[in-house]
T-cell receptor, first 113, second 110 residues
Framework: NAGVTQTPKFQVLKTGQSMTLQCAQD?????MYWYRQDPGMGLRLIYY???????DKGEVPNGYNVSRLNKREFSLRLESAAPSQTSVYFC????????????FGQGTRLTVV | GQQVMQIPQYQHVQEGEDFTTYCNSS?????IQWYKQRPGGHPVFLIQ?????EVKKQKRLTFQFGEAKKNSSLHITATQTTDVGTYFC??????????FGTGTRLTVIP
């Protein structure tokens, strides 16, 4: 059982380049999330999807777009990368409801130069 | 918007000493969750508290949810090197989102 799988694990981009971070879960979870983690800032919610076909903004959505392709997959796109988007990105999923635990992927370490 | 703050941001302890991290929310939470992230790893769920004033224990870890359901604490008794990592609290603001605290990074000195 793979859980939550993120690709790639590492990426270096030049300013202005675009890329998509992929996330897939095999636990049949309804809710999926994208977070970014920066030193001293904790985990900040970028976007989330409560179910297939729906997405909502989190705390820091500017500069990002998401797609909930199907129940399994939730991708995060950077259209024009900026150095401020250098961070570690985590995808997470959980069953529907406010009292269920979240399962995280291994993370993507992104550097924008 | 909701803010979930944790203190301290960093804590260094000698092995065997106790450790406590505190989590404070600007709004009342329906429940609070705690996660641990080992260095270089991803957050892993530890426990969830739901009731006002609830206290739960996991071996040397004691978790507490405040009476007003706006704060929580995690206490580790007699720390070990395996306790090293960053501890996060997290709370929902609705049925589907999940906001994390700023985290407390624990270093244990052997």
């Amino acid at each position: 059982n793979a859980g939550v799988t993120q690709t790639p694990k590492f990426q270096v981009l030049k300013t202005g380049q675009s890329m998509t971070l992929q996330c897939a879960q095999d636990m049949n979870h309804n809710s999926m999330y994208w977070y970014r983690q920066d030193p001293g800032m904790g985990l900040r919610l970028i976007y989330y999807s409560a179910s297939e076909g729906t997405t909502d903004k989190g705390e820091v959505p500017n500069g990002y777009n998401v797609s909930r392709l199907n129940k399994r997959e939730f991708s995060l796109r950077l259209e024009s990368a900026a150095p401020s988007q250098t961070s570690v990105y985590f995808c997470a999923s959980r069953r529907a409801g406010s009292s269920t635990e979240a399962f995280f992927g291994q993370g993507t370490r992104l550097t924008v130069v | 918007g909701q803010q979930v703050m944790q203190i301290p941001q960093y804590q260094h302890v000698q092995e065997g000493e106790d450790f406590t991290t505190y989590c404070n929310s600007s709004t009342t939470l329906s429940n609070i969750q705690w996660y641990k992230q080992r260095p270089g790893g991803h957050p892993v769920f530890l426990i969830q508290l739901v009731k006002s004033g609830e206290v739960k224990k996991q071996k040397r870890l004691t978790f507490q949810f405040g009476e007003a359901k706006k704060n929580s604490s995690l206490h580790i008794t007699a720390t070990q090197t395996t306790d090293v990592g960053t501890y996060f609290c997290a709370g929902p603001t609705g049925a589907n989102n999940l906001f994390f605290g700023t985290g407390t990074r624990l270093t244990v000195i052997p």
